[in-house]
């Protein structure tokens, strides 16, 4: 799926002393199937970013669509939009909650209502594209995993929702370099054998030269540049 951000401006807790404008005028477009790299310092804004682009947080102005249908229109369907464009947040482990694998990758198929058949090979996929062996790990506790495979179970299970949109904020932060690695190619992979457009936000232009299409730099608010990483 397509995105287009025009003019989006965010500002945090509004009309108080603690205002602050987090996004300012931002715009730019990313096409079918690109692979964004989406980078910038600490509080330039790319959480808050991403957050509206699946609904999670409305503008204070502007405008965002996906492909074509105005997500920040009045009346919109948040949970179709949220199913279309899934999103990693940062540190995603922490919200691995269930007793085991299957159950917590199984967690987003299950409230679709899918039938089990469904769940199980979704799940299945799901665990593939981490690399986490399926019959070795279902009925593992997560707690029981090592810092990057719960990362990497956490990704599952927002994959399992088959979203044509993946947005992963900062998915290599806090792991060792094995687990990075692991991690990009990972993605990487997931890239080349779907249809996904990806987004993946990082502090680091290492993580992220190599695999994007196309960057977009965030500085204070602005998203200052934009262009393939040999531009940038
Ligand atoms: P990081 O790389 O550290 O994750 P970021 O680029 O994702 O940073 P944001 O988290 O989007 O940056 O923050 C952008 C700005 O908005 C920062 O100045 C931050 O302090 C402020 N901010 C973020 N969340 C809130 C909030 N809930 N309430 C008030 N201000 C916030
Ligand atoms: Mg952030």
Redesign the pocket.
């Known amino acids: 799926m397509s995105i287009k951000v025009n003019n989006l401006t965010f500002k ?2 509004v009309g108080t002393p ?1 205002e ?1 404008t ?2 300012d005028n931002v715009s730019f477009e990313i096409k079918d199937g690109e692979f964004i790299g989406l980078i ?10 991403i ?1 509206h682009l699946n609904g999670l947080l409305k503008p204070t102005s502007g405008e965002i669509y996906i492909d074509d249908e105005c997500i920040t229109a009045k009346g919109v369907d948040l949970k179709r939009i949220r199913q279309l464009v899934g999103l990693v947040f ?1 540190y995603p482990e922490h919200q691995l909650f269930e007793e085991t694998v299957f159950k917590d990758v199984s967690y987003g198929p299950k409230n679709l209502g899918l039938d089990e058949e469904e769940i199980e090979s979704r799940v299945k996929w799901a665990l593939s594209i981490v690399g986490i062996d399926y019959d070795k790990y279902k009925d593992v506790s997560p707690f029981d995993l090592s810092g990057g495979q719960k990362r990497r179970v956490a990704i599952a299970g927002v994959l399992a929702m088959q979203p044509k949109v993946l947005i992963l ?2 998915p290599t932060a806090g792991l060792d370099p094995k687990g990075r690695d692991e991690i990009l190619q990972n993605i990487k992979n997931l890239h080349k054998k779907s249809k996904m457009t990806i987004i993946l ?1 990082s ?1 680091s232009m290492d993580d992220v030269a190599e695999l994007a299409d196309k960057l977009i730099v ?1 500085y204070r ?1 602005k998203n200052i540049i934009q262009g393939t990483p040999k531009e940038v």
């Open positions: 945090y807790m603690f602050k987090a996004l910038g310092h600490t509080g330039s804004g790319k959480s808050t970013l957050q940062q904020d900062e936000v502090h965030m608010g």
